[in-house]
């Protein structure tokens, strides 16, 4: 299926991750610490990398660019703490995909990965987990690589009208469609008016010309 590489201190909470990914098919290899991820990465061969931000950030964004620079950059993921803020710019700039709040989700986080991969994560909750799932928005990663299946795939309506709260890691720009339809009118108002004065001066022009 695919490889995850996953750091996480809380022993019983790696486990619980570790055997929920297994249960549905996802080759996982974890570890209390990232101190050799960079190796780790290329012997594992992963396609995602998933850490937990820790109080300083710093470390993992430092080992986040440096996986930019591998033949096959994994895909990374934050986990961080409830109150925890993480400035957006970093992590844009560090290409982090997406960050996950504890207390952790872990259906979200299975979901995340199997759809950035090209997977239906309610089919494959309902086979291997005997649990009826319901995304609470469609992923859709901001930055990084992405398979092209996932880049090609048909989402259902039913699963794109859902629609999750915004987390530190999202940014949302809203438009007020009324407002924009307004300026356009005035803008569009004030070229006709200059429009119809050009025209009235080339007239004008036109009689007092003595030819």
Do not use: C, W
């Not at 993921?77 to 409830?82: E, G, N, T, V």
């Not at 890691?169 to 339809?181: A, M, W």
């Not at 025209?199 to 004008?204: G, S, T």
């Amino acid at each position: 299926m695919f490889n995850v590489l996953l750091y996480y201190d809380s022993f019983n909470t790696l486990v619980d991750i570790v055997t929920n990914m297994k249960k549905i098919g996802i080759d996982v290899a974890s570890h209390q610490s990232p101190n050799q991820v960079i190796t780790q990465v290329i012997e594992f061969n992963a396609d995602f990398v998933i850490m937990q931000a820790g109080k300083d950030p710093l470390s993992v964004y430092e080992i986040s660019s440096k996986l930019v620079h591998l033949a096959k950059s994994p895909t990374v993921l934050l986990i961080k703490s409830k109150d925890q803020k993480l400035d957006p710019n970093d992590l844009v700039t560090h290409n982090i995909a997406k960050v996950f709040s504890e207390p952790l989700d872990l259906h979200a986080l299975l979901a995340y990965l199997l759809e950035v991969k090209g997977f239906n994560p309610v089919e494959y909750f309902n086979k291997y987990l005997q649990i009826e799932y319901v995304p609470k928005k469609a992923i859709t990663p901001r930055k990084g690589k992405i398979d092209d299946k996932f880049k090609n795939r048909d989402y259902s309506k039913k699963y794109l009208d859902v629609v999750d709260e915004v987390d530190d890691s999202d940014i949302s720009v809203t438009f007020d469609l009324e407002k924009v339809k307004n300026i356009t009118k005035k803008i569009n108002e004030k070229e006709h008016n200059l429009l119809e004065e050009t025209d009235k001066d080339k007239f004008m022009k036109a009689l007092l010309t003595e030819n």
